[in-house]
C-alpha cells in the first residue's frame, strides 16, 4: 500500500491566493483527519471525516478555511483567501474505524508558505 | 479539556547515551497513549501506544514507555540512542471512551550526535 498521499508536497503562494491542498487516504480507510503543524501551535486538528462526512470541524480556524470530502479515496483543505499566518505543515492522516485505539497513519505533509 | 505537555523542546546526546523524554497529560477519565516519531522531512510514523494492562509498553527501534497513572505521565525511554534516533518525538492522548480525536504535544526535537 502506498500510504497516505497528499499533494502538492510543497507550495508557494501570494497572500489573497486560493491555495488547495490534497489528499489520497488509504484505501479501506473510513476515517480522514486534515491536521496543522506549527512551531507555535504544534501539531492541531483542524477538521475529521467518517465515511466521507465531516463530524468535527471545531478545529478550523475561520471560515476562510473550508474541506471536502467527496468519495471516500478522495479530501481536499482549501484556504481562500490564504494569508501569511496560514504557513505550515498540513497533514493528512487516515484510520480504519471509529474506535479510540486505532492507529491513524499520517500522509508527508504539504509545507505552505504564504508570503 | 484535555491536554498534553511535552516539557523537553530540545534534547541533545551523544550516541549510545540513554533517552528519556517526559509526557504529561491532563484528562479526568481513561485514555489511550500515544508516541509518535518524524524523522527530518517526513510524516509521522507510530513508535508505540498504551491501551491498558501491563503499563510498560515495548515499541519499535528498542523504545519504550511506561505509563504512570498517578503521575500522568508517559514517559519515552530507550537506554542506547543512536544516531539515526535523530527525529521530532510528539507525545498524543485521547479518550478511551471512543473518542476519535488525538490531543498532540508540541513535541521534542531529538538532536543524536554521533
Known amino acids: 500500500d502506498a500510504g497516505v498521499i497528499q499533494s502538492p508536497r510543497h507550495e508557494v503562494t501570494e497572500m489573497g491566493q486560493e491555495v488547495t491542498l490534497r489528499c489520497k487516504p488509504i484505501s479501506g480507510h473510513n476515517s480522514l483527519f486534515w491536521y496543522r503543524q506549527t512551531m507555535m501551535r504544534g501539531l492541531e486538528l483542524l477538521i475529521y471525516f467518517n465515511n466521507n462526512v465531516p463530524i468535527d470541524d471545531s478545529g478550523m480556524p475561520e471560515d476562510r478555511f473550508s474541506a471536502k470530502m467527496p468519495n471516500a479515496s478522495f479530501s481536499t483543505l482549501k484556504i481562500q483567501p490564504s494569508e501569511p499566518r496560514d504557513s505550515a505543515v498540513y497533514f493528512c492522516a487516515s484510520r480504519l474505524g471509529e474506535g479510540s485505539r486505532e492507529t491513524q497513519y499520517f500522509g508527508p505533509g504539504t509545507r505552505l508558505l504564504v508570503l | 479539556a484535555q491536554s498534553v505537555s511535552q516539557h523537553n523542546h530540545h534534547v541533545i546526546l551523544s550516541e549510545a547515551a540513554s533517552l528519556e523524554l517526559g509526557c504529561n497529560y491532563s484528562?479526568?477519565?481513561?485514555?489511550?497513549l500515544f508516541w509518535y516519531v518524524q524523522y527530518p522531512g517526513q510524516h509521522l510514523q507510530l513508535l508505540l501506544k498504551y491501551f491498558s494492562g501491563d503499563p510498560l509498553v515495548k515499541g519499535i527501534k528498542g523504545f519504550e514507555a511506561e505509563f504512570i497513572k498517578s503521575k500522568f505521565s508517559f514517559n519515552l525511554r530507550k537506554p542506547s540512542v543512536q544516531w539515526s534516533d535523530t527525529a521530532e518525538y510528539f507525545c498524543?492522548?485521547?479518550?478511551?471512551?471512543?473518542?476519535?480525536?488525538?490531543?498532540f504535544g508540541t513535541g521534542t526535537r531529538l538532536k543524536v550526535l554521533a
Open positions: 484528562y479526568g477519565g481513561t485514555v489511550n
Open positions: 498524543a492522548v485521547n479518550a478511551a471512551s471512543g473518542t476519535y480525536k488525538y490531543i
